[in-house]
């Protein structure tokens, strides 16, 4: 059974520009979380998507973007990239709503 | 809102010894209760959960229990080890969606 995978696993961009990060989710699972880690702190919750809509959203502007595909793997977007989005960004899969997460590797990204 | 307050790191200690890391929460529903690992370069891991008031999480010779009076979900464990040197999140999710609120972080050091 393949874990939850995350690519790539560093990034580095500048401000202004926009970003893609990808999230393979965990064989059967079909819920996916999206976290953002800053530096020294917990991880904070920006989305999560069930079969293919959005379930749920955390206190993030509109340039903070995902999608679902059918095979329930997700793309995490973020568009107008400010320094303060250097961060760990980290996917989640489980099965269904409710059912415990399981958490990939994450990408870190860098903006300059 | 919700929100989940732990002891802050660095937490070093003597292989063997006694552990406990502080956690208290607030919530206005009936959360359910997580204490989360990041070992170093590897992702977030379940390390034990309660549901409900009482209840005792426990994995790997690691203990917390959901006590709703004092709002509060201590981890403990009676001798660690210097593989347990890693950054402990305590984090809660609410029944009425889905995503898990963490605390900062704890991080661990086992000295030999």
């Known amino acids: 059974e393949t874990g939850v995978t995350q690519s790539p696993t560093h990034l580095i961009k500048t401000r202004g520009q926009q970003v893609t990060l990808r999230c393979s989710s965990q064989?059967?699972?079909?819920?996916v979380s999206w976290y953002q880690q800053a530096l020294g702190q917990g991880p904070q919750f920006i989305f999560q998507?069930?079969?293919?809509?959005?379930?749920g959203r955390g206190n993030f502007p509109p340039r903070f973007s995902g999608l679902q595909f059918p095979n329930y793997s997700s793309e995490l977007n973020v568009n107008a990239l400010e320094l303060d989005d250097s961060a760990l960004y980290l996917c989640?899969?489980?099965?269904?709503?409710?059912?415990?997460?399981?958490f990939g590797p994450g990408t870190r990204l860098t903006v300059l | 809102g919700d929100s989940v307050t732990q002891m802050e790191g660095p937490v070093t200690l003597s292989e063997e010894a006694f552990l406990t890391i502080n956690c208290t929460y607030t919530?206005?529903?009936?959360?359910?209760l997580f204490w989360y690992v990041q070992y170093p370069g590897e992702g977030l891991q379940l390390l034990l959960k309660?549901?409900?008031?009482?209840d005792k999480g426990s994995n790997k010779g690691f203990e917390a229990t959901y006590r709703k009076e004092t709002t509060s979900f201590h981890l403990e464990k009676g001798s660690v080890q210097v593989s347990d040197s890693a950054v402990y999140f305590c984090?809660?999710?609410?029944?009425?969606?889905?995503?898990?609120?963490f605390g900062k972080g704890t991080r661990l050091h086992i000295l030999p």
């Open positions: 919530a206005t529903g009936y959360p359910s």
């Open positions: 309660a549901t409900k008031a009482d």
């Open positions: 998507y069930y079969r293919e809509e959005e379930n």
């Open positions: 984090a809660l999710s609410d029944r009425r969606d889905d995503k898990i609120i």
């Open positions: 989640a899969s489980s099965l269904g709503q409710d059912n415990e997460q399981f």
């Open positions: 064989s059967g699972h079909n819920t």
